[in-house]
């Protein structure tokens, strides 16, 4: 069946950084982009960004470029999240989603921690 | 982009029928048909409800149902149920391709 797996779950401290995978299966990887998405204790979901699969091209959100680097290996059918400079409010469950408009496909959630 | 606007929360008892708004402006929600719907029980991911403000993906009950007026769109669930209690969130993808969410609404079944 199509689904997502994500690493697991990270304890970073501030300053660091930290890389997220999200292996795809069941379906042909470079079909669709995959956006990650992030959510941290108690609160709201929030769009970090997107990556399309077929050509590894990149849609950042704003509050986040700079910091936040999206790739993919196709030999693998993976898509990696690194986000840099943590800080403690960078606390959150990381998603990843297949597609962009209507996410259709989720992962599991990976928790980042991040604290001295 | 300015976010969009949902209620803290709605609550129906079984078998009745909420809807939940999300409100923007006439340039993004007023503008284009680019909504989507998630529900997101505690705990676990979202999963899709509804795309392109009144697509239901394949296995969504009909009991889901998604319009748009205006500015603002909706998530009208039908024939309340006890599992239908969640969060519930409206996006947005936007014409610079970006995606934007609505601050959530948690919906509590009486």
């Known amino acids: 069946q199509v689904q997502l797996v994500q690493s697991g779950a990270e304890v970073k401290k501030p300053g660091a950084s930290v890389k997220v995978s999200c292996k795809a299966s069941?379906?042909?990887?470079?079909?669709?982009?995959i956006s990650w998405v992030r959510q941290a204790p108690g609160q709201g979901l929030e769009w970090m960004g997107w990556?399309?699969?077929?050509?590894?091209?990149?849609n950042y959100a704003q509050k986040l470029q700079g910091r936040v680097t999206m790739t993919t290996d196709t030999s693998t059918s993976t898509a990696y999240m690194e986000l840099r400079s943590l800080r403690s409010d960078d606390t959150a469950v990381y998603y990843c989603?297949?597609?962009?408009?209507?996410?259709?496909?989720w992962g599991q959630g990976t928790t980042v921690t991040v604290s001295s | 982009q300015s976010a969009l606007t949902q209620p803290p929360s709605v609550s129906g008892s079984p078998g009745q029928s909420v809807t939940i708004s999300c409100t923007g402006t006439s340039s993004d929600v007023g503008s284009y048909n680019r909504v989507s719907w998630y529900q997101q029980p505690p705990g676990t991911a979202p999963k899709l409800m509804i795309y392109?403000?009144?697509n239901r993906p394949s296995g969504v009950p009909d009991r889901f149902s998604g319009s748009k007026s205006g500015n603002t769109a909706s998530l009208t669930i039908s024939g309340l149920q006890a599992e239908d209690e969640a969060d519930y969130y409206c996006s947005l993808y936007t014409s610079s391709s970006t995606l934007v969410f609505g601050g959530g609404t948690k919906l509590t079944v009486l």
């Open positions: 392109e403000v009144s």
């Open positions: 069941g379906y042909t990887f470079t079909s669709y982009g």
């Open positions: 990556i399309s699969a077929y050509n590894g091209n990149t």
């Open positions: 989603a297949r597609r962009l408009d209507g996410m259709d496909v």
